[in-house]
């Protein structure tokens, strides 16, 4: 695609949040609190939003719709499904990133999900040890250093942020 593609283009976009993802995000919350229906709604919502954001043809988007309601409807909606649905309407979106540590960097929510091959492994020796916060800027040492958590490489990349807990 080069330059000309949906999201490389001179005048692409930069969304701050879409509806897809607002769909997407309903279609979780109410696939864990037990609505299926509700949540499959949302997911079917979110998907067509999102085809109809990078101008798929409305015949295509009725297609893969209809391949939804075979392969999965409301009874075989899961996590996974919302989840990468919403990766892929998040693309180059930091947001997906929220979501993979929120699922744990699970295979089972993101099927075929490996760590890089060129992890490093003396701040990540195992294989379930995956990146759980960025570094803070270097600037923000000498501005704020009285609030500043310790941004040492092996201690801030592998703690987990304050809102990732066991549930």
Do not use: C
């Amino acid at each position: 695609m080069g330059n000309g593609g949906f999201y490389t283009s001179p005048t692409s976009p930069t969304y701050m949040i879409t509806y897809s993802e607002v769909k997407f995000i309903s279609a979780e919350a109410k696939f864990r609190k037990g609505d299926l229906t509700g949540a499959y709604t949302d997911f079917k919502e979110g998907v067509k939003a999102d085809l109809e954001k990078v101008t798929v043809s409305t015949e295509e988007i009725n297609e893969y719709l209809a391949k939804l309601d075979e392969e999965i409807g409301s009874t075989g909606i899961s996590l996974s499904h919302i989840f990468v649905q919403k990766y892929i309407a998040n693309l180059l979106n930091p947001e997906t990133w929220v979501d993979m540590r929120r699922a744990d960097y699970s295979s089972d929510i993101y099927p075929g999900l490996e760590r890089p091959e060129n992890v490093n492994l003396d701040i990540f020796p195992n294989d379930d040890d995956w990146i759980q916060a960025m570094m803070y800027e270097y600037n923000e040492e000498d501005r704020n250093y009285k609030n500043m958590p310790d941004n040492n490489p092996y201690v801030r990349l592998t703690t987990p942020v304050w809102w990732n807990t066991e549930e």
